[in-house]
């Protein structure tokens, strides 16, 4: 019996869910929501301009709480926002709904600092609903918290963790490239940066889930964001940058113990970045250093993390998830007919 | 409260494992079980040639079910040997005086093959005594299963995956050496690789593992030896290989589906080996390719996955479980006083 989905925000990452599972199969995609007015009533296949069949009779509905209880989805897929209160009442919705959660929302990952009080309260929702809730996707969710856990697996000590993503922005979508603040004076930039919409969000969480994991208790968790300035005129199919503006971002999340720097979370991404990879090194016994040149594709790999945890969530007890109480990540096949 | 540990099987895996928890501390190793009468009577310092003082007041017992019922300890690191027919009585007794199990038996990892029959008893003894058991270790258990498997969590598609690790077997301990042949004609290696005592036990377990995960039906596994012949002269400060005479080995596992190869599994271990590494390579999408230059030390790797893996299967329901359905794999810190 394949899992039916239903899919709770319809932006570039929500669509990029939509046209995977279709091309996946073994799945199925049986409910939309949206708040935009402009979206609903028209089908999954208008919304996320593709023609499979499966997509063409799913029409986004606005009403959540009656859809959810008519359509009973086994699971939903949850791409609103960043912001872990903001969704927190979407979240209670859909868990009253009796429907398990696999949301992008990367405050939800692993909440931290100001959101720490969520935890205990979405443990207690998902129990009294009999749902697993779990938040996660390529960053937070894999590539910068995950892989580097599941490598400390091997270590008899581990005295630091370095984590490095970078990415060469030119081949991501514009959305993305926006987002990173390609295209903007450093003043411009540093503006936006200051109001917070230029940032990566869950730098914090994945040094907590990280510290979490190896028994560590952090004083301090520190976040820092700075321009990518391009030396020369660079540009991608979407948009041009001069020299001296900026091209891209650089972020620096640091954990520490003591009063030492023990996690390192280290972003780039910049329009003409020489080359994309992952990277996690851990200090310690033995020392490690695991790297993947090319980097794992974000949008692709978003969709798919998110995807592949469907079937972990339906299947784990009651309770709020993270990827570190979930079984081992996997591929998941569907179940084809 | 610390975990209190039982050994069972003092071997040299067995000994590393116990000097590795002496000097991580926050554990406590409560319980030694072996069959030698040259051990039994001895300390565990002596017989892991320690001066931990944790380790001079544990005598060797010979009488495991008496002992375990007695000492009861929280869970037992069982390290007797690769077979899981061999082991299986060793494991029904330890089940049954209701101590968790994890077992560096190589073919317990996932049991396959002629193996596959024991899933479902280890399943029904472990949730009758209400214990979980798991067989691990960094291979069969980790670097060429796990580890390939968690990236498979980033993708969309995957057509096939290549594991490859290949290990100089001059820093590595003499019973490795001489477990590969290293120093053996090319007549008496083969000899031995077909009587079986050369030969690396669990690619056909991880293929399993894989396959599993993925949701794959393999119609064959194959598993195949050859000896690396030295061409030049070598040694290690164990031995000396003459140029013509056998360094070391290479062993291919791969599993089949419809007639397709898609799973490799690649090993190269013997003295002169150029570079030890890691590598896992997924064709699909997004494409992978992972690399751990200089490997992950095999034998400090296998106690530390052994004992990384202790809560987690003391935390685990009652079942017989792989790595595929424990938790996320982290390194334990331990519970310090």
């Not at 791409?79 to 398990?100: F, K, N």
């Amino acid at each position: 019996m394949s899992l039916r989905i239903a899919h709770i925000g319809l932006g570039p990452i929500g669509c990029a869910i939509i046209t995977q599972i279709a091309a996946r199969g073994g799945m199925q995609s049986v409910c939309a929501i949206d708040l935009d007015p402009q979206k609903i009533g028209k089908t999954l296949g208008e919304i996320a301009a593709s023609d499979a069949p499966s997509l063409q009779n799913v029409s986004v509905r606005g009403d959540m709480e009656a859809a959810l209880r008519e359509i009973r989805p086994d699971v939903a897929v949850l791409c609103t926002s960043s912001s872990l209160p903001r969704v927190w009442p979407q979240i209670e919705t859909i868990a009253r709904a009796g429907v398990p959660i696999v949301s992008t929302t990367e405050e939800l990952a692993f909440p931290s600092g100001p959101n720490a009080h969520f935890t205990a309260q979405l443990d207690a929702l998902a129990r009294e609903c009999g749902v697993g809730i779990v938040g996660t996707g390529v960053n937070p969710g894999f590539v910068m918290d995950t892989l580097p856990v599941l490598l400390s697996g091997a270590c008899e000590r581990v005295e630091k963790i370095r984590v490095e993503r970078v990415q060469d922005a030119g081949a991501r979508r514009l959305p993305f490239q926006l987002k990173i603040g390609a295209g903007l004076s450093v003043e411009e930039w540093q503006r936006k940066a200051d109001e917070g919409s230029v940032r990566h969000v869950g730098l914090r969480e994945s040094i907590a889930m990280i510290a979490h994991a190896l028994g560590w208790n952090l004083e301090r968790i520190s976040d820092e964001i700075s321009p990518q300035i391009a030396e020369e005129p660079v540009s991608s199919p979407h948009l041009s940058v001069a020299a001296g503006q900026v091209c891209g971002m650089k972020q620096d999340g640091v954990g520490y113990q003591n009063g030492e720097a023990v996690i390192e979370l280290h972003m780039e991404a910049y329009l003409g970045a020489p080359q994309s990879y992952e990277m996690t090194r851990i200090a310690g016994s033995p020392a490690l250093e695991m790297r993947i040149d090319g980097g794992v594709a974000g949008d692709i790999a978003t969709a798919a993390v998110v995807i592949n945890t469907l079937p972990k969530i339906v299947s784990a007890p009651a309770g709020f998830h993270t990827m570190l109480s979930l079984p081992l990540p996997s591929f998941y096949r569907g179940n084809a007919a």
